[in-house]
């Protein structure tokens, strides 16, 4: 299997002569792709007003990843969670002194607080250098291919150009985001939303190579999974066991397990492996192998880990346009943590 990296649209380099036909298409195209998030974000945005960006946040990324190693899963997942929900706009980084911005969702009471810490620091680095310029929606795109690559996953070329959304509120969030426990169908459904394809989701899953799951999320596959087996049959019968010795019933929920236990520090294709083998932590997880219609894609990748690598590498470039305010839209906040800043 091939997978080829997007390119970006370059709308501005026609030379062909300007009739009002032509013309009328190219505001045509521009309106289809702008709503479509797509051609308005590219990889040299900052070029001229803050050419250094991708070094700044880097090394901010960096120092921050050598202190703490959740930097890593939780800058990852906090950049999945402001796409899913009013797009890639920096919205979920949002504070409100009542407690009902994005982040105070229920689904948030989970996104570590070194994914917060790491935009914080990359655009206090940021701004210092080129302040007034850069989007924090930007910053998380950067900081969020860059974790990666400090896991040992592949890089990529990131696009740029988001603005800082004006809205960010907990009601938003109910629907947006994918539960554990759900199905092939449901799952392809909620991405198909974002315009990520099965092969998209299949890859962005990949991300469980990293990370922690408290124990309250899989619970239920342990201990009262159905009428006729308290443990789901399709768990690895070791790794059953494995899990309900670290998650004894009723245990802290604020115990939190790795979801990749053969590899959990490494981005790698170890997570399909585990697939294949019952490894799979989540249900929305395990039915990606057990499904016939997901199972190609997770042997190959299990596989082949330059397919996973680049189908990771385009799906996120994919995630990354989702929802994005672009141009005049939007802002771009001093504070990411204050809308109005
Ligand atoms: C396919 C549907 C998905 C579901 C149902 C799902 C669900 C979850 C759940 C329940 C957790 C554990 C949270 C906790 O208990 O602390 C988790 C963790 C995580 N997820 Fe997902 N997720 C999905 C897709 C993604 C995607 C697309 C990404 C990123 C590209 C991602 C990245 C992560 C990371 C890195 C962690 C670990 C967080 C940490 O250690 O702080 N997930 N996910
Ligand atoms: C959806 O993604 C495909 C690439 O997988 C891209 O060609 C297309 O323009 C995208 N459409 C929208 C509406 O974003
Ligand atoms: C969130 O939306 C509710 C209405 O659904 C509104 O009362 C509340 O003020 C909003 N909060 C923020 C922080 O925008
Ligand atoms: C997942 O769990 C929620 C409640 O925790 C429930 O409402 C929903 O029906 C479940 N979905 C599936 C596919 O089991
Ligand atoms: C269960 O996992 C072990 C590794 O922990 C593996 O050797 C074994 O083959 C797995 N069993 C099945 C049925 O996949
Ligand atoms: C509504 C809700 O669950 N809010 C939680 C969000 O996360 C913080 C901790 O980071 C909790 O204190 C809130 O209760």
Redesign the pocket.
Known sequence: MGYSRSTSFNGNSTTAPASITMIAVLIIAVGISSAAGQGLLRENFYAGSCPNVEAIVQQAVATKASQQF?TI??T??L??HDCFVTGCDASVMVASPNGDAEKDASDNL???GD?FDTIVRSKTAVEAICPGVVSCADIMAIAARDVVALAGGPSFAVELGRRDGMVSNASLVAGNL???N?TLPE?NAI?ARHNLTQLD?IA??G??T?????CD?FANRLYSFSKTSTVDPSLNATYARQLMNACPQNVDPSI?ID?DPTTPRAFDNVYYQNLVEGMGL?T?DEVLYSNPRSQPTVLDFARNAGDFNGAFSFA?RK?GRVGVKTGSQGSIRSDCTNINS
Do not use: I, K, Q, Y
């Not at 990293?210 to 408290?214: A, N, Y």
């Open positions: 959740t899963p939780a990852l997942r950049f999945f989970s996104l570590a994914g994918p539960e554990p759900m799952l991405f989701m962005l899953s991300a469980h990293l990370g922690f799951s408290h999320r939190a979801m989540f929305s996120m995630l």
